[in-house]
């Protein structure tokens, strides 16, 4: 079972703009976080927010969480055609056996 | 030069033939994973192990095993139980409520 879920499953943008990709969950969590994949290659780790936080920044990227909602958003700003890519949530529990559970991630592109 | 490496990179299975997946980190981390994915889709676990000697199913085990004899290693065979394991596999690490580190993958073909 997928314990994250993208939204939307699919963006295309121009280079300059925004992206926006949201992720819901369903369990108690201790952290979220999220990955990056260019095609078929394995994933590389962008951020990582606790349950205690609401917000955090790492260059272009900002991301939010809401507890409450089981919800997570990512932004990237000032897109590049660079940032073509799949992006995933990941998901690890509080309680009970720990495991890092992925979303079906957005699949973003960015046209020049 | 610290990391986790797959292997290998492509390898194609004839039925009813057993195949192994090579995982290998040397960053020290205890928990090890094994997904998988399918075109255009997200990544699906397939077992994981928090501490040598142990570890657990996840999602979609059927058709698979592993082990975990030494920390640094977590191989995955792809057992001829397995009807559809034409799939690209990717095995993480982590320490643990931090970042995974991802290996580069191994794309299995059925042949």
């Known amino acids: 079972s997928q314990q994250g879920e993208e939204d939307p499953q699919a963006l295309s943008i121009q280079e300059g703009e925004n992206a926006t990709m949201n992720c819901s969950y369903k369990?108690?969590?201790?952290?979220l976080q999220w990955y990056r994949q260019n095609s078929g290659r394995g994933l590389v780790h962008l951020i990582l927010i606790r349950s205690n936080e609401r917000e955090k920044h790492s260059g272009r990227l900002r991301v939010t969480l809401d507890t409450s909602k089981k919800s997570s958003s990512l932004l990237i700003t000032a897109s590049r055609a660079a940032d073509t890519a799949s992006y995933f949530c990941?998901?690890?529990?509080?309680?009970?056996?720990?495991?890092?559970?992925f979303g079906q991630g957005t699949r973003l592109t960015i046209n020049p | 030069d610290g990391g986790i490496t797959q292997s290998p990179k492509y390898l194609f299975r004839k039925e009813g033939q057993n195949v192994t997946l090579s995982c290998e980190q040397n960053?020290?981390?205890?928990?090890m994973y094994w997904y998988r994915q399918d075109p255009g889709q997200g990544l699906r676990l397939i077992y994981y192990s928090q501490i040598v000697n142990d570890f657990q199913k996840g999602d979609i085990a059927e058709g698979y095993s592993v082990s975990r004899e030494k920390k640094e290693s977590f191989p995955l065979t792809v057992t001829s139980a397995q009807k559809n394991p034409t799939a690209f596999y990717l095995c993480?690490?982590?320490?643990?409520?931090?970042?995974?580190?991802f290996g580069q993958g191994t794309r299995l073909t059925v042949v």
């Open positions: 993480a690490t982590n320490r643990g409520y931090t970042e995974a580190f």
């Open positions: 369990t108690s969590i201790n952290n």
């Open positions: 960053l020290n981390h205890d928990a």
């Open positions: 990941a998901t690890e529990r509080i309680q009970g056996a720990q495991k890092l559970v």
